[in-house]
């Protein structure tokens, strides 16, 4: 990902369709990479596609006692989060994706999406099994993680009547 020309070279190599609506997702990857890098590629999926989005999954809130430890475990590991510091906040991660030619991008903390997406009685059913044993701790660390996610669509006016927000247009998905 870092060689911009090469993943594109090789995606144009393979029939990469400029045209069509494309979603790109990412999943703890940009935060990993250095922020030029992953800003590089947010760029080009805004500008090189004539519709798209980008959802991505990514860690934030590093500034805080659970984050900082957070950095640092990941650090000894030999994994450092290169631009967690760059888009620290769910507001910095929306603002990466606009600065970068994205119309519209909203975000949301992993524990907001689970308090707010999943019904009760769904939430009860696991936080009953084993893994929930430390709830207060689980719960710290999906404020830690976001999902944010990125249009550019010219004919919506809205991120909910993007071509590429309903996946119920792709059969067999």
């Given amino acids: ?16 369709d ?17 922020a030029a890098d992953g800003t590089r590629l947010i760029e080009w999926a805004a500008s ?14 590093p500034c805080d006692p659970f984050g900082a430890m957070m950095v640092r475990n990941l650090e000894k590991r030999g994994c450092p989060l290169r631009s967690i510091h760059d888009y620290p906040t769910l ?27 999943i ?18 701790e ?6 830690h993680y976001c999902l944010v996610y990125a249009v550019q669509d010219p004919a919506a006016s809205t991120i909910e009547n993007s071509v590429v927000f309903s996946l119920s247009q792709y059969p067999g998905l």
């Fill in 1 to 16: 990902l870092r060689r911009h020309a090469d993943m594109v070279g090789e995606m144009e190599r393979r029939g990469l």
């Fill in 18 to 34: 400029t045209k069509r609506p494309t979603l790109f997702i990412s999943e703890c990857v940009l935060a990993y990479l250095p």
């Fill in 48 to 61: 090189a596609f004539g519709t798209s989005a980008f959802l991505t999954y990514e860690q934030i809130n």
């Fill in 91 to 117: 507001e910095a991660q929306c603002r990466r994706y606009t600065d970068a030619g994205f119309s519209r991008a909203v975000s949301q903390n992993m524990l907001t999406i689970y308090n707010t997406v």
């Fill in 119 to 136: 019904d009760q009685p769904a939430r009860q059913r696991a936080e009953r099994i084993e893994l929930f044993d430390e709830l207060e």
């Fill in 138 to 143: 689980w719960r710290m660390i999906q404020e």
